[in-house]
């Protein structure tokens, strides 16, 4: 997993996410157990033959994939520079006879930075020597050596390799070789087709506990799953990889790289048997842009969405179903530009229809830089096309969200409606909760047995929208409530903040307390 996963202690009973990358501070305490011997007299170089009685296609042996790929396979090391501990060690007493001989053995001699290795796996993928790997397989390293498989036509000795690229969106790296005559390479291969469907074998292959080249196979449990990144998009397999895996290829049963094996679920940091590989769909896109750019450079909408849940649907006009990324805030940039607007409901992008956030957001990531995409949007029951043009999220993403300067809002009464005391911002109150200038109602109360109260609203919350258009009094919020309340609408919509944060949620008209919990803090998606 990436740097940012916590390493816990061994007997902690929890499973975590942990990063496969071994380092040398990892100490075997027992041998590997053996592997499965397989009798050369039983084996056919057909891969897929069928064992007798058994489920067409399943394979009679993996023998020849891995002869077949293994050429491709390196493993990595790395080597880091880690300067010298500096204070108390807390090790043994000052004046100790050991003192000098524990900090040696922690500091290097006289204290001096020392060096610190680390190991992973990654695979070729063109015959002039580019690799693929993990991020966090070399992040922070000074020098990189790759050690090819032992096999015809590939450098026996290791090789250095220089850093083209990195992307810590998806944890790939781009490595580079040079060497005098082509290596063999492996390609990838669609991650969204036959070979990488639930159920189907796979192939791992990489470094584990640093023991070197090894095999070994499973199926793909599970597809889709997203750890803690933006763009994650990672296959599931219970093919056994472990720590030094990292980087390594999970192939298909033709030998084309479906996923790079990335992290594991486990109590212990062995595996259990949930690995996660990201898939060949982020990659390929991620390793095209490292090579072309040194860097990655994605499409940008210059949105701020969220999910569309059950309880919205009610509320937004024209819907008929939860589906769509659901628009919450849009600052200066190619949405504006395009005209969305706080509140559209983007249904389909560049043809394809959009589930989630997640999958709009891997779409426009995706995209290239400059492209015009068409784009289908509800806005007030009605669906219309709109063509943006994309940005770049690398550099626009960081300026994407000023706050705006809306002028001083209006100091009307205090009233309560749905289980809420509004009040417009004032500048007493924007001072005691922390609020922009921004124009909207203040949320001084809340009844805890009402919806809003079980649906998270609290006090110092910024209610903005009511019903997709902007409130500043509560006189204008009753009338949405009334509104929607004549048209036969179960909830309504408001547009929430919280500490700068925008987020939509659906809020019952009349007592609807056990709605079930819907927070509204918390950043929504920027796309």
Do not use: C
């Not at 975590?16 to 007299?41: D, K, S």
């Not at 100790?96 to 796996?121: H, K, V, Y």
């Not at 200066?332 to 249904?347: M, R, Y």
């Not at 209006?410 to 911002?425: F, H, K, N, Y």
Request: overall charge negative.
């Amino acid at each position: 997993m990436r740097s940012q996963a916590k390493v816990q202690h061994r007997a902690d009973p929890r499973p975590i996410l942990t990063g496969l990358a071994l380092t040398t501070a990892l100490v075997l305490a027992q041998a590997l157990p053996g592997h499965a011997q397989v009798n050369p007299e039983t084996t056919t170089a057909d891969t897929t033959q069928a064992l007798p009685g058994a489920v067409a296609g399943r394979p009679l042996t993996f023998a020849d994939l891995a002869a077949q790929v293994s050429p491709s396979v390196v493993n990595i090391t790395t080597s880091t520079t880690v300067a010298g501990r500096e204070g108390p060690q807390g090790i043994v007493p000052d004046g100790s006879p050991f003192e000098d001989f524990f900090n040696d053995l922690q500091n290097g001699p006289g204290g001096q930075p020392r060096r610190s290795s680390a190991l992973g796996s990654g695979f070729v993928i063109s015959a002039d020597g580019y690799i693929v790997t993990n991020n966090h397989v070399i992040e922070g390293a000074d020098e990189i050596e790759i050690e090819f498989f032992p096999g015809d036509g590939q450098p026996a000795e290791q090789l250095p390799a220089t850093l083209v690229g990195t992307d810590t969106n998806t944890d790939i790296a781009l490595l580079k070789v040079e060497y005098d005559s082509p290596l063999q390479f492996v390609e990838f291969g669609n991650s969204n087709a036959t070979g990488a469907r639930v159920g189907d074998w796979v192939l791992a292959m990489g470094n584990p506990l640093g023991q070197g080249f090894s095999v070994s196979a499973g199926i793909v449990s599970a597809r889709n799953r997203a750890l803690s990144g933006t763009y994650d998009d990672y296959i599931q397999t219970d093919a056994a990889i472990n720590r030094g895996n990292s980087g390594g290829p999970l192939f298909n049963m033709d030998g084309e790289v479906i996923g790079v094996n990335t992290a594991i679920l486990s109590p212990n940091g062995g595996s259990i048997g949930i690995g996660f590989a990201m898939s060949s769909a982020v990659v390929s896109n991620v390793v095209d842009q490292l090579r072309e750019f040194g860097e990655t450079r994605r499409g940008w909408l210059g949105v701020r969405i969220q999910d569309v849940t059950p309880d919205m649907v009610s509320a937004i006009d024209g819907l008929d179903s939860a589906r769509g990324a659901l628009i919450t805030d849009v600052p200066p940039g190619p949405a504006e530009d395009a005209g969305l607007l706080s509140g559209d409901v983007i249904l389909s992008y560049d043809g394809t229809e959009v589930t989630d956030t997640r999958e709009l957001v891997r779409m426009v990531g995706n995209s290239a830089v400059g492209a015009k995409i068409p784009m289908q949007v509800l806005r007030n029951g009605d669906e219309t096309m709109i063509d943006v043009t994309l940005g770049r999220r690398e550099t626009d993403e960081a300026t994407a969200f000023p706050a705006s300067d809306t002028g001083p809002a209006p100091e009307d009464a205090t009233q309560e409606m749905l289980g809420l005391t509004v009040s417009p911002v004032t500048p007493d109150l924007a001072e005691q909760y922390g609020l922009d200038d921004r124009a909207g109602l203040v949320i001084t109360a809340v009844d805890p047995a009402s919806d809003a109260g079980a649906k998270g609203l609290a006090e110092g919350d910024l209610i903005t929208d009511a019903g997709q258009e902007p409130v500043t009094t509560p006189e204008e919020l009753q009338a949405r409530i009334d509104n929607a309340a004549e048209a036969g609408q179960t909830s309504l919509l408001l547009l929430v903040r919280r500490d700068g944060n925008p987020r939509f949620l659906a809020l019952a008209l009349g007592d609807a307390g056990d709605a079930g919990p819907a927070e509204p803090d918390g950043s929504t998606d920027q796309n």
